[in-house]
């Protein structure tokens, strides 16, 4: 159905990015403008979990293309740089905070947001996104890091 609108599947992959690109700017900007670490990571995970309810249907797009054959790596190449400015804001996040390998840590909570995504869409009426959220919320403050001793 789509490639009645575009030329290609990679003009699809194109346009979901650039909508993706977007959004992620727009959050990049609300992240430089908090400076305390911890409220940084609640803004990341506040963000997260609004953007999955309000993006439902970008985000299946998306899911649906990204895993195609030639789909990953094409997706690589577009996104390189994006990824790469956003990882080293979160790197630096996860860094003033005292984690002590804060490229594991950054790849761990993407990673965990990405699973919370593709699980909460594959079956919304057993999800429990608001309870995760809270949980995460909770484990990314910084009484729930020092009570875990991850830094």
Same mark, same amino acid.
């Given at each position: 159905?789509?490639?009645?609108?575009?030329?290609?599947?990679?003009?699809?992959?194109?346009?979901?990015? &650039? /909508? +993706?690109?977007?959004?992620?700017?727009? %959050? $990049?900007?609300?992240?430089?403008? !908090?400076?305390?670490?911890? *409220?940084?990571?609640?803004?990341?995970?506040?963000?997260?979990?609004?953007?999955?309810?309000?993006? &439902? /249907? +970008?985000?299946?797009?998306?899911?649906? %293309? $990204?895993?195609?054959?030639?789909? !990953?790596?094409?997706?690589? *190449?577009?996104?390189?740089?994006?990824?790469?400015?956003?990882?080293?804001?979160?790197?630096?996040?996860?860094?003033?905070?005292?984690?002590?390998?804060?490229?594991?840590?950054?790849?761990?909570?993407?990673?965990?947001?990405?699973?919370?995504?593709?699980?909460?869409?594959?079956d919304k009426t057993l999800f429990p996104l608001?309870?995760?959220?809270?949980?995460?919320?909770?484990?990314?403050?910084?009484?729930?890091?020092?009570?875990?001793?991850i830094i």
């Amino acid at each position: 159905m789509a490639y009645n609108y575009f030329e290609s599947k990679q003009k699809i992959i194109q346009a979901i990015f &650039e /909508q +993706l690109f977007q959004e992620g700017e727009k %959050f $990049i900007e609300a992240m430089d403008s !908090v400076h305390d670490p911890y *409220e940084k990571l609640k803004l990341i995970i506040e963000f997260s979990f609004k953007y999955y309810e309000e993006n &439902e /249907q +970008l985000w299946l797009l998306y899911a649906s %293309f $990204i895993f195609q054959p030639g789909v !990953v790596e094409e997706s690589k *190449e577009i996104s390189a740089e994006f990824n790469k400015k956003y990882s080293e804001k979160l790197k630096e996040v996860f860094k003033s905070i005292g984690f002590k390998n804060p490229e594991l840590e950054l790849r761990f909570l993407g990673a965990l947001l990405d699973g919370i995504g593709f699980d909460y869409f594959f079956d919304k009426t057993l999800f429990p996104l608001h309870d995760m959220k809270e949980f995460l919320l909770k484990r990314y403050s910084k009484e729930g890091i020092e009570r875990l001793k991850i830094i």
